[in-house]
């Protein structure tokens, strides 16, 4: 989680994107899978963003906020959007058990945190596993920019990286391939994915290992996700489901949305900068436009970056109210 | 035509050479593993025996273990003259022979190995409630022989004795010289403590174990269970009739005894244990912290049991759980998520030890509070209705601790102190402090 006062969320098109696109898969999930009554579980800060645009668009009809700065209480009370937001003041990894235990309906789960992969973050995923319920959505944001070394320190900038990344990870979390990597930005990605992806494998195991359970539960993965806005974000995530709804979630289709991943293979946002005009300008020719047909001048990539996400930009507009 | 070679059969000789298997047999097995395997067997015997009720206190198990000579002698029921011939000195369980029921002997291996493992001249002498018998065995001479069985030295059958009359001792001389060499160190000498570990259910149903003349008695553990604590109870069924019967909870402050303790049919195999097995010693977040004394109230008390001892998530040793049984780590997560409440809770107690000692009720309120004999636990009322760890933390443990605040120690000239309590006209050292940490925040910090 982040300081709230270091950044105003509302602003970081990269984020507004990803916002968009997560609530867009929600949706066809839900639809789909014909889930019922359900509960937004996210960081909620004193902007809530996130909470602001997933009510509007999907009236979730409960509303839970992770806040573990206690300092700003009233500030978040007095922010909350809408009367059905629930904030709580604690770390996830303190709270998220009873938070999940008091809502056992469908969850859409977004623990967005600012920090590098690390002990806790798998905890709260490992209670999201112990707690799902077949329908349940989630997500995490992790930052993966690599560490520096100060030069006073006279060590590789290797070894320096990977001993200040294991002050916060169990060693044996360490994927064997990784384990004398430079832990540069991308081999920092990658490996972030790969430990995701096995803790989500051992804690699926422990939870299908339980003989009281009648059906298995699998997980399906939908987003993997990155964008570059002050800092490297990776967003990985998806659908925890029962195998006797399988088919159901099988026949769903993904192609009209662009960012789904179901594999290690990150999809980048990648978001141009642009000015108002050149926006709508850009707009009338979507989605099938190329730059030949433009009035002005626009680089190919940008243009192709804007294609692909258009249809998720946010626009600001300054307005006093 | 050239004549065929006589090598024609298409017979490739398979065979295992007595010298391999017994070496097999006793590697990796200490000498208390061995012993420990002989009065498993006595005690499977017993509780055969032993009729409806759980009462062991007509049976004994005597070991006599000196330099040159070991003996154990019991009056569990014997060995009758059909199960010597046909199973009980066969390697391994024959398939027609199943365990008797809840039985701790599973693999079949046990007496023969410690025979092995002990001595070269061994003669066990059985009286049972239909037969009588008598083997000697030299296993230097079996050894070189190729013939694998041996042969009674005085047997009588159709007898009718009674069960109180029937016996076996088996006496082994010779003693192999590192067995005699082992029998002074601190490893061996630690047998009895591990017997009565081991052993804890039986003795306390009232088996008489006794070793080298003096008895074995059983551990003193002990759990809280009042009305503002009590312990975790759980209990789970496996397919095909595995059971997990755990109690967890807190108990008097004791380094050595913090852990848990876990039985398969009533034998304890490990304990008290708090090492990776059991989850503790993770060095993040996701399982148990590495034990140290903070923890030294913790008791927890794992259960398994079995008709058909082979559905145990032990392994052939007893030393040790099965560690890749889909049931142990089922198990073991739930010890992990008990674990964490009681770690959580002993967190709490250790977080008062930053106010004055007047104010730690919690300190107090333990100098008290009596913990309960755990054997009578598990016979009382109350570990039937504990589905839930209970633990006072509004009430006593959290009262009082302002998370926000920290404590200060430290160490000043007494006469410098002196001159500042005259200063600020306060009498107590702790007002020094107070008065002068704020004096330096409101002029440097603020």
């Known amino acids: 989680m982040a300081n709230f006062r270091d950044i105003n969320y509302s602003t970081k098109p990269s984020k507004g994107v990803l916002r968009r696109i997560i609530i867009e898969i929600y949706q066809v999930i839900y639809n789909k899978l014909c889930l019922k009554d359900n509960v937004y579980v996210g960081f909620g800060s004193t902007y809530f963003v996130d909470f602001k645009l997933f009510h509007r668009l999907h009236n979730f009809h409960k509303m839970v906020s992770i806040e573990k700065s206690l300092t700003s209480k009233k500030r978040v009370e007095f922010n909350k959007p809408y009367s059905n937001i629930e904030v709580y003041f604690a770390n996830s990894h303190e709270i998220l058990n009873e938070i999940l235990l008091k809502n056992k309906i469908n969850r859409l789960i977004w623990l967005d945190y600012t920090t590098l992969i690390n002990n806790n973050i798998l905890k709260d995923i490992n209670t999201i596993i112990k707690n799902s319920i077949s329908g349940d959505f989630f997500i995490v944001t992790v930052c993966f920019d690599s560490i520096n070394k100060p030069n006073n320190i006279d060590i590789t900038e290797k070894k320096y990286r990977m001993q200040e990344f294991l002050k916060n990870m169990d060693e044996d979390r360490i994927p064997l391939n990784f384990s004398d990597e430079n832990l540069n930005k991308k081999n920092l990605k990658e490996m972030t994915i790969k430990i995701i992806e096995s803790q989500i494998e051992e804690y699926l195991y422990h939870f299908n290992n339980n003989p009281n359970i009648k059906s298995k539960l699998i997980f399906e993965q939908l987003i993997n996700i990155t964008y570059h806005e002050s800092k490297s974000m990776l967003t990985f995530g998806g659908l925890l489901i029962n195998d006797s709804q399988i088919d159901d979630f099988k026949h769903i289709d993904f192609k009209r949305i662009e960012f789904i991943s179901k594999d290690e293979k990150s999809i980048e946002i990648k978001v141009p900068n642009l000015t108002m005009n050149e926006i709508n300008a850009l707009d009338k020719y979507m989605p099938n436009g190329d730059t030949s047909e433009l009035s002005f001048d626009i680089d190919e990539k940008d243009f192709n970056n804007f294609k692909s996400i258009y249809r998720y930009y946010p626009r600001f507009t300054e307005v006093i109210t | ?446």
């Open chain 2, 1 to 446: 035509m050239k004549k065929q070679s006589i090598n024609n059969n298409k017979t490739i000789k398979v065979k295992a050479t007595k010298d391999l298997f017994i070496s097999m047999l006793v590697k990796d097995l200490t000498l208390n593993d061995v012993i420990s395997d002989l009065v498993d067997n006595s005690v499977d015997a017993a509780n055969n025996n032993k009729g409806t009720s759980n009462d062991l206190s007509e049976f004994f198990v005597e070991l006599t273990i000196q330099k040159g000579k070991f003996i154990i002698y019991d009056n569990c029921g014997g060995i009758t003259s059909d199960v010597a011939r046909e199973s009980a000195f066969v390697f391994g369980k024959p398939e027609h022979y199943s365990n008797s029921d809840f039985s701790i002997g599973q693999y079949g291996i046990g007496m023969k190995r410690a025979f092995f493992k002990i001595g070269n001249n061994i003669e066990i002498e059985s009286k049972s409630k239909e037969s009588y018998f008598k083997v000697n065995i030299n296993v230097g001479d079996w050894r070189k022989e190729d013939n694998w069985d041996f042969s009674f030295s005085e047997i009588k059958e159709g007898m009718n004795n009674r069960l109180k009359d029937t016996y076996t001792k088996i006496v082994i001389t010779e003693i192999h010289d590192e067995i005699n060499e082992r029998l002074i160190s601190t490893t061996f000498q630690k047998i009895r403590g591990e017997l009565s570990y081991e052993q804890m259910i039986n003795l306390n149903n009232g088996l008489n174990l006794i070793l080298n003349e003096s008895k074995i008695i059983e551990p003193e553990l002990s759990i809280i269970s009042n009305e503002l604590i009590k312990p975790r109870i759980w209990e789970q069924e496996f397919p095909k009739g595995l059971r997990v019967n755990v109690i967890a909870g807190i108990s008097d402050a004791d380094t050595n005894k913090g852990g848990w303790y876990i039985f398969c049919n009533n034998r304890m195999v490990l304990g008290p244990e708090r090492s990776e097995i059991t989850g503790w010693s993770k060095k993040g977040s996701l399982g148990m912290p590495q034990y140290h004394s903070q923890y030294n109230r913790f008791r927890g008390f794992v259960f398994f049991s079995a008709k058909d001892s082979s559905l145990l998530p032990w392994n052939t040793t007893k030393t040790s759980m099965d560690l890749d049984s889909k049931n142990f780590i089922f198990v073991k997560e739930k010890l992990i998520e008990f674990g964490l409440e009681i770690k959580n809770s002993l967190d709490s107690v250790k977080k008062e030890r930053d106010l004055d000692v007047e104010k730690r009720e919690m300190e107090k309120y333990f100098e008290e509070v009596k913990s309960i004999d755990i054997y009578k636990y598990m016979n009382s009322e109350s570990s039937k209705d504990s589905s839930n760890y209970v633990f006072p933390y509004e009430k006593i443990a959290k009262k009082n601790i302002n998370n926000d605040e920290i404590r200060i120690t430290y160490f000043r000239p007494k006469e410098q102190v002196e001159k500042i309590k005259k200063f600020i006209n306060k009498n107590e050292n702790k007002e020094v402090g107070k008065y002068t940490f704020d004096y330096f925040y409101q002029n440097e910090v603020d």
